[in-house]
């Protein structure tokens, strides 16, 4: 079974400026991927970023990009420019590949609480 | 946005009564997904479906049944709500994406059903 660890229930930030939010797993598999959700305080869950295990290049949307090490097995978020907007929780979550159905499922971190303060 | 619906998206009811939530999804997407959302917890996965009438447990699935007659309907039973069943329910819906010489498969969220068990 795999556990995605994130060790921070709540950071916050000033505007403008970085941060970055931590994220462990475990897992024996090798092919996988990870993935950064942010839920608002509308609850709705908005995919951030994604990464592909076998991909060595690390992920970047925008203002957001990941620092991911497989052999560490670490997968942490930074946020650049931080904005009011990105208020949230965010959790990381980890989802096998290469298997049928049921291996599409997620594993979820419990979540980091990020406030940007103006 | 996905096009995925749950309702009711609230709901109060009383210990031992039945309690259904339904996802309706207009994606024609394969899998579909049963979440739960509590704190400190993340989301874990209650149940999921991987077809018509293909479902299997997830990992807190004890005191839940699910339901998939049709591909756009994925149903979340209670039979018998207990106070320990107080949370946020959040259905999911995915299908693999070829992106290039890789395919992944990705989940979006429904908006949500906050069940309160008294």
């Known amino acids: 079974a795999q556990t995605v660890t994130q060790s921070q229930p709540e950071m916050s930030v000033q505007e403008a400026e970085t941060v970055t939010l931590s994220c462990t797993y475990d897992?024996?598999?090798?092919?996988?991927?990870l993935f950064w959700y942010k839920q608002p305080p509308s609850r709705q869950m908005i995919l951030v970023i994604r990464?592909?295990?076998?991909?060595?290049q690390n992920a970047t949307e925008n203002r957001f990009s990941v620092n991911f090490q497989k052999a560490a097995k670490s997968f942490s978020l930074k946020i650049s420019d931080s904005q009011l907007g990105d208020t949230a929780m965010y959790f990381c979550?980890?989802?096998?590949?290469?298997?049928?159905?049921?291996?599409?499922?997620?594993?979820f971190g419990k979540g980091t609480k990020l406030s940007v303060i103006p | 946005d996905a096009g995925i619906t749950q309702s009711p998206r609230h709901k109060v009811t009383e210990t031992g009564t039945p309690v259904t939530l339904r996802c309706h999804q207009t994606?024609?997407?394969?899998?579909m997904y049963w979440y739960r959302q509590d704190p400190g917890h993340g989301l874990r996965l209650i149940h999921y479906?991987?077809?018509?009438?293909?479902?299997d447990k997830g990992e807190v699935s004890d005191g839940y049944s699910v339901s998939r007659s049709k591909t756009e309907d994925f149903l979340l039973t209670l039979e018998s709500a207990t106070s320990s069943q107080t949370s946020v329910y959040f259905c999911?819906?995915?299908?693999?994406?070829?992106?290039?010489?890789?395919?992944?498969?990705?989940?979006?969220f429904g908006p949500g059903t906050r069940l309160t068990v008294l």
């Open positions: 999911a819906i995915s299908d693999t994406v070829s992106s290039g010489r890789s395919s992944y498969n990705e989940q979006f």
């Open positions: 897992t024996s598999e090798n092919n996988y991927y």
């Open positions: 990464q592909e295990a076998y991909k060595q």
């Open positions: 979550a980890f989802m096998k590949h290469g298997e049928w159905a049921g291996s599409y499922q997620l594993t």
């Open positions: 994606e024609n997407h394969r899998y």
């Open positions: 479906s991987y077809g018509v009438k293909d479902t």
